[in-house]
């Protein structure tokens, strides 16, 4: 599957629903968010059920998403199963480069 920032960072790919979950948290730990931003994307990516979320929302739309703030502009967490035939389920590390996309400018 592949994790995605969205406008923040590049696609990376995952194995395991639980990987792409922590890879995602752990990525958005990194950012500027404001603290009860932070908490509450924290306590939705860490639960228990979350690995099971993620599943029923590959079922009922194909993926999943989370949306949240930062600087004043809505991004998403985008988790989307492998499409087959690509290297999309190779392991990676954390999600994508943390960064500005192109065409957005930080500050």
């Known amino acids: 599957m592949t994790v ?15 990987d792409a979950l922590a890879a995602a948290w752990r990525s958005l730990q990194l950012l500027p968010l404001d603290r009860h931003e932070r908490a509450w994307l924290g306590c939705v990516l860490s639960q228990p059920e979350a690995e ?31 499409r087959e035939g690509t290297d999309e389920g190779k392991a990676q590390g954390d999600v994508g480069r943390t960064g500005p996309s192109r065409g957005e400018r930080r500050g």
């Not at 995605?4 to 639980?18: H, K, Y």
């Not at 599943?55 to 985008?78: I, P």
Request: net charge positive.
């Open 4 to 18: 995605e920032l969205t406008g923040i960072a590049e696609p990376a790919a995952f194995a395991r629903v639980p």
């Open 52 to 82: 099971l979320g993620v599943l029923e929302g590959f079922e009922r739309r194909g993926s999943w998403e989370l949306a949240f703030r930062l600087r004043g502009n809505s991004h998403e967490v985008r988790i989307r199963p492998a």
